[in-house]
């Protein structure tokens, strides 16, 4: 008995002093990347985020942090001696790993981990994340966006991270589950559908469900005086609007032309890939709108500015729509294949406004072939953005990447035909449904169906600094860059 202790004991301080030298040679802090050209620090290496389960408590104030729990649940993909998480603009108060409390701190816009225990390779592990999730600061910096009656959410392009710690780059989705704490006078909802409520007191929580992997890009929760609106859409799928409740009545023109726009986009493309639809309207002053999965994000003016023609309106609302196929369920794999979504989407929205709206497409087309050659000496070819201005993430999105990028997808269809881009689109969308993809992927199916080599085709137009000659339009020509626009 005597002997077995003292083994036991000497096995305990030689693995006390194994863990004291392990602790002593890690580096300090650091916030790491995945290595993403625009966005290097995005992003963190060595695990795979299988899902979040998000826990917020809002007391009636959207100036004042929320109270929030994050729980997720990943497998390593390496042994991990530190985990880095994204967070940034809240307060962590307590982590824990596997279920047992770690050593944290904060290093840039990362949460550095540190497990009381390695995390073996190839590994389950839950990291449970009790912070603050503030809603103040700069609109432009995305993340929770203030409106006049609560909140809702903006995280494109690298903006979750404000809101709840994560994997926050596109390549690494995930299901969600949000559960969120209210005032029960005030509506709670969430990407996904819902799947619970309980009202306790004075307050209520909502919880929602995703029933499809997501970026973290595309979270939304929007909390708020608001109405839902429910109905149907094609082959019985349930759509849900939310509105502003005072403007129910006003938006309901809007709202009741969803059902169709889901019937055009099947028809292009093939069923629509998730559980629910919406329109989420909001009373706030964003600049843009937004595809948050399942709950495409609108400005309130977007439909109350009567300087915007009715086709218009009804195009943007395609647009983002459109997104839920390509970009959505079909997510870019780096920030550098982001024209495969906005440029499908303007496109999808180009062609709706022609069969729906006599906005003659060709036109259209030959407008942005002749701004092209500026929008790439502004922002980069289509497959290869200039980075984002220091401080404007949001300045990513600039002109090349919408009708600049739609105008390639023109192309592509003058060069292999229509009925093969056609064929293509619906391969597209179908291969890589609730996955992830590359312009090389695209590109490399689009050469199959061809049955041809495209490699000439798309290193001009994806990557070459000057528009190449549009295929059955040789007398189209392009505007020289200006001072301001060269690089």
């Known amino acids: 008995m005597l002997h077995t202790s003292r083994r036991r004991l000497r096995a305990?301080?030689?693995?006390?002093?194994?863990?004291?030298?392990?602790?002593?040679?890690?580096?300090?802090?650091?916030?790491?990347?995945i290595g993403d050209a625009l966005?290097?620090?995005l992003g963190n290496p060595g695990y795979d985020v299988l899902a979040y389960d998000i826990g917020f408590t809002y007391r009636g104030s959207n100036s004042k942090p929320l109270d929030a729990v994050t729980r997720i649940d990943a497998q390593a993909t390496r042994r991990l001696d530190r985990v880095n998480l994204d967070f940034a603009h809240g307060?962590?108060?307590?982590?824990?790993?596997?279920?047992?409390?770690?050593?944290f701190a904060t290093a840039g816009e990362d949460l550095v981990i540190d497990p009381a225990d390695a995390v073996p390779q190839s590994s389950r592990?839950?990291?449970?994340?009790?912070?603050?999730?503030?809603?103040?600061?700069?609109?432009?910096?995305?993340?929770?966006?203030?409106?006049?009656?609560?909140?809702?959410?903006?995280?494109?392009a690298d903006a979750a991270h404000r809101v709840f710690p994560s994997n926050d780059h596109p390549a690494d989705k995930a299901y969600f589950t949000f559960?969120?704490?209210?005032?029960?006078?005030?509506?709670?909802?969430?990407?996904?559908?819902?799947?619970?409520k309980a009202a306790a007191g004075t307050a209520a929580t909502w919880t929602y469900r995703t029933a499809h992997p997501m970026a973290t890009e595309l979270a939304q929760v929007s909390i708020g005086r608001s109405a839902v609106i429910n109905r149907q859409g094609p082959h019985g799928l349930p759509l849900r609007d939310v509105v502003p409740a005072a403007d129910r009545t006003k938006l309901e023109p809007w709202?009741?032309?969803?059902?169709?726009?889901?019937?055009?986009?099947?028809?292009?493309?093939?069923?629509?890939?998730?559980?629910?639809?919406?329109?989420?309207?909001?009373?706030?002053?964003?600049?843009?709108?937004?595809?948050?999965?399942t709950l495409s994000l609108f400005e309130r003016g977007l439909f109350a500015n009567d300087a915007y023609p009715e086709w218009y309106i009804d195009s943007v609302m395609v647009h983002e729509l459109a997104h839920h196929w390509f970009g959505n369920s079909v997510t870019h794999r780096t920030w550098s294949d982001l024209w495969l979504n906005e440029g499908h989407a303007s496109w999808y929205e180009a062609v709706y406004a022609e069969e729906k709206a006599q906005q003659s497409l060709e036109e259209r087309m030959r407008a942005a072939y002749r701004q092209s050659d500026r929008w790439r000496a502004a922002g980069g070819p289509p497959a290869a953005p200039a980075p984002p201005e220091?401080?404007?993430?949001?300045?990513?999105?600039?002109?090349?990447?919408?009708d600049g990028s739609s105008l390639v997808l023109y192309a592509l269809?003058?060069?292999?035909?229509?009925?093969?881009?056609?064929?293509?689109?619906?391969?597209?969308?179908?291969?890589?449904?609730?996955?992830?993809?590359?312009?090389?992927?695209?590109?490399?199916?689009?050469?199959?169906?061809?049955g041809r080599d495209l490699t000439a085709f798309f290193k001009g137009w994806l990557y070459g600094q000057r528009t190449p000659a549009m295929p059955g339009h040789p007398e189209w020509r392009r505007a020289a860059p200006t001072a301001s626009t060269a690089p």
């Open 255 to 293: 709202l009741k032309r969803t059902p169709g726009h889901l019937e055009w986009m099947e028809q292009k493309v093939g069923p629509y890939p998730f559980e629910t639809y919406g329109v989420l309207i909001a009373d706030a002053e964003t600049g843009y709108e937004l595809e948050t999965q």
């Open 179 to 196: 559960r969120v704490t209210a005032p029960k006078d005030l509506t709670v909802v969430a990407n996904g559908v819902r799947v619970a």
């Open 125 to 156: 592990m839950q990291i449970t994340v009790t912070h603050t999730s503030d809603p103040t600061g700069r609109p432009s910096t995305g993340g929770w966006v203030r409106t006049g009656d609560g909140l809702v959410m903006a995280n494109q």
């Open 413 to 450: 269809r003058q060069e292999i035909g229509k009925s093969a881009f056609e064929r293509l689109e619906r391969q597209w969308v179908h291969l890589h449904a609730d996955g992830t993809a590359s312009t090389q992927d695209f590109t490399s199916l689009a050469a199959r169906i061809a």
């Open 91 to 103: 307060t962590v108060r307590t982590v824990e790993v596997n279920g047992r409390p770690a050593e």
């Open 390 to 402: 220091q401080g404007q993430k949001i300045s990513l999105f600039r002109p090349v990447l919408y």
């Open 39 to 41: 966005f290097p620090q």
């Open 12 to 33: 305990a301080l030689l693995a006390a002093a194994s863990a004291t030298l392990v602790a002593a040679v890690l580096p300090p802090p650091t916030p790491l990347g």
